[in-house]
Antibody, heavy 116, light 110 residues
Framework: EVQLVESGGDLVQPGGSLKLSCAAS????????MHWVRQPYGKGLEWVGRIRSKANNYATQYGASVKGRFTISRDDSDNTAYLQMNSLKIEDTAVYYC???????WGQGTLVTVSS | QSTLTQPASVSGSPGQSITISCTGTSSDVGGYNYVSWYQQHPGEAPKLMMYEVNNRPSGVSNRFSGSKSGNTASLTISGLQAEDEADYYC??????????FGGGTSLIVL
């Protein structure tokens, strides 16, 4: 059974940083691209970005609103994907989900609140 | 384009069929057969319902079907059931190798 468990969500001040983790199990993590998707309360889904597998040179791609501020990484030895968020803005407040390749399976999400 | 265009809401009675549209451009929906649909119940994570336009993941009811014409993709749900009431989102691969979501559609089962 595929399991994705996000953690690291917290309350952070504008301009601050936060790092989210996504612990994966039940599939071949090292062969899978990993995505991050966010959802502000009561609003729609927004693609944050993704990191591809080692076979695809760990290539990353980001959505326009987070490019240059967020960084996705992975540790295949630990089956974990990460989302490093810097220069956080109030509008980054959302539930952050991780998902595996094809967005076939999703975690339960972790809440990030950016507020002073 | 920041999001694909979906109707804010659609409704139907139990047993009826409804269709949700998802309109993009030739740089996303129209250019690739990588359109997916997700169902999200309140308080839950999204669930993949359709991928590559018209492919159902294992376990998804065959009451759900997908299609695409030009820059518009569609999700049809036949034999509506109360449990189908949820928010539905489409997504598409784009020419910039990114992913774009639709704004979401609330399905109301009357």
């Amino acid at each position: 059974e595929v399991q994705l468990v996000e953690s690291g969500g917290d309350l952070v001040q504008p301009g601050g940083s936060l790092k989210l983790s996504c612990a994966a199990s039940g599939f071949s993590f090292s062969d899978s691209a990993m995505h991050w998707v966010r959802q502000p309360y009561g609003k729609g889904l927004e693609w944050v970005g993704r990191i591809r597998s080692k076979a695809n040179n760990y290539a990353t791609q980001y959505g326009a609103s987070v490019k240059g501020r967020f960084t996705i990484s992975r540790d295949d030895s630990d089956n974990t994907a990460y989302l490093q968020m810097n220069s956080l803005k109030i509008e980054d407040t959302a539930v952050y989900y991780c998902s595996k390749q094809g967005l076939t399976d999703w975690g339960q999400g972790t809440l990030v609140t950016v507020s002073s | 384009q920041s999001t694909l265009t979906q109707p804010a809401s659609v409704s139907g009675s139990p047993g009826q069929s409804i269709t949700i549209s998802c309109t993009g451009t030739s740089s996303d929906v129209g250019g690739y057969n990588y359109v997916s649909w997700y169902q999200q119940h309140p308080g839950e994570a999204p669930k993949l319902m359709m991928y590559e336009v018209n492919n159902r993941p294992s376990g998804v009811s065959n009451r759900f079907s997908g299609s695409k014409s030009g820059n518009t993709a569609s999700l049809t749900i036949s034999g509506l059931q109360a449990e189908d009431e949820a928010d539905y989102y489409c997504s598409s691969f784009t020419s910039s190798s990114s992913l774009i979501f639709g704004g979401g559609t609330s399905l109301i089962v009357l």
